[in-house]
């Protein structure tokens, strides 16, 4: 399980990168689903943090 908070932490951080370059850099329809990765990948990180401490918190 540790491989899979892992790899949700690197994702998120990479959907973070993606996002705040995105928006800056990318045309009307694609601007705009970098803008929503943002937090969503924010929220995936900061659970893949959560559960990388936590092991059993939801259970």
Known sequence: ???IYTLMLVGGIGGI???FWGQDRLKPPYDT???VTLPLSLILALLGVLLLCVPH???
């Open 17 to 19: 990168c993606y996002g």
């Open 1 to 3: 399980m540790v491989i």
């Open 33 to 35: 689903v970098a803008a």
């Open 57 to 59: 918190f939801f259970g």
